[in-house]
């Protein structure tokens, strides 16, 4: 089959296009064939090697899959080959206590799809059987790819972490990313007032298009200064971060008392100095968060299917053109989630 992989750590130019041997699946496991994978941030992490991490080379990137089941292995009974699948993209060991308690994003051994192993930057791709999700049959598979990760992520931190509640003030960084354009839609769907931050005319405008309230342009304005005009001095109840270093000090800043920051990444840096007192004098909870469990995706799935929250597509590139897809996420010139599409 054809697949990109990298040999090596380093640019856009290791990313390559070419054949690789086809996975065939064991016992409990499934073939797809990738009709489209969307990108992540991830992928770039991966690419470019994180200090202390040693992934199998060569290596193929790729979290987010839409597809048809393509083979089963022995004792697969859940899905069969011609059937139409969304991945579910956290990979978990399915019998530890976490697991059994339905927070397999909590389990030891939880890795991502595409990360320590093979992802879907390929014609075909391995998953365990337990991994294919139903598929939202008005969707096409490029909207599909869209939803996993992004919006089981946005789920998990705003349902699962902050318990946001109807008519909470909502700071969303980065409504241009995949992650910031699922987090709006899921804060309006219980009805939160949202509050976000854009940074080119294009994303200003579509920004507002996707149902925010309120859209700070930080070419022209300080996030903690627009926060306070807008609630009134008082701050936001959630803050949404994944930008890190870069935004950290607004937006602690920009917390409400008794308010909570939960954070999924940090693409600008890890570094960050907390002040303690803003902490225990404003009462601030300050939560990590991590993908999202497989209940809470099927949940996404449902309401993806009825309408409730919508697939936001940037971009569409082919498979060969995988490095210029993640030029344009490097760049940040997309509003959204870039897609690559797989020809038969
Ligand atoms: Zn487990």
Redesign the pocket.
Known sequence: MKAVRFHEHGGLEKLRYEDVPEPQPGPGEVVVRVRACALNYLDLWERRGLPGIQLPLPHISGSDVAGIVESTGPGVANCKPGDKSIVCPGL?????E??YLGK?NL????SVLGYYSDGGYAELVKIPAVNVMPYPERLSFTDAAAVPLVFLTAWHMLVDRCGIQAGEDVLVLGAGSGVGSAAIQVAKFFHARVITTASSDMKLARARESGADHVIDLSKRKIRDEVKRITGKKGVDIVFEHIGAATWVESLSSLAHHGRLVICGATTGYDVHLDLRHLFAKQISVMGSYMGARHELLKVLRLVEEGHLRPVVSSVFPLQDAAKAQAQMENREHFGKIVLLVDR
Do not use: E, G, V
């Open positions: 978990s060991c399915m019998q530890c976490f697991c397999d389990c030891r051994s939880y």
